[in-house]
């Protein structure tokens, strides 16, 4: 089981990223596919998710709005496609999947995760 993100780079202040995770060794089915990110001398924080069995969505307040989480199933994918970009969101990116399909109060939780991808950059400059 891998998950590779990718998609990350140096975006100026209201500039746009999308990024990738890429899964192989199983299939999005009836997984949940979760963003995180994690900024210097920060806590790690679930950005987005998505629970692939009924395509049910949840973010982040300070995200909201802002970014967009979706899947391709071909493709073995999910992207997030992060508008309006702010300063604050500079952090180090990570995809992550659930077995299982979370229930809305965990599915930002990064313990009921169980694979992890690495980090891509995301550095916004002002």
């Known amino acids: 089981v891998q998950l590779q993100a990718s998609g990350g780079g140096l975006v100026q202040t209201g500039g746009s990223l999308r990024l990738s995770c890429q899964a192989s060794g199983f299939t999005l089915g009836y997984t949940t596919i979760g963003w995180f990110r994690q900024a210097p001398g920060k806590e790690r924080e679930g950005v987005s998710c998505?629970?692939?069995?009924?395509?049910?969505?949840k973010y982040a307040q300070p995200v909201r709005g802002r970014f967009t989480i979706s899947r391709d199933y071909a493709k073995n994918t999910v992207y997030l496609q992060m508008n309006s970009l702010k300063p604050e969101d500079t952090a180090v990116y990570f995809c992550a999947a659930s077995r299982s399909g979370l229930i809305h109060t965990t599915m930002l939780n990064s313990d009921y995760y169980n694979y992890w991808g690495q980090g891509t950059q995301v550095t916004v400059s002002s």
């Open positions: 998505i629970r692939n069995s009924d395509g049910s969505t």
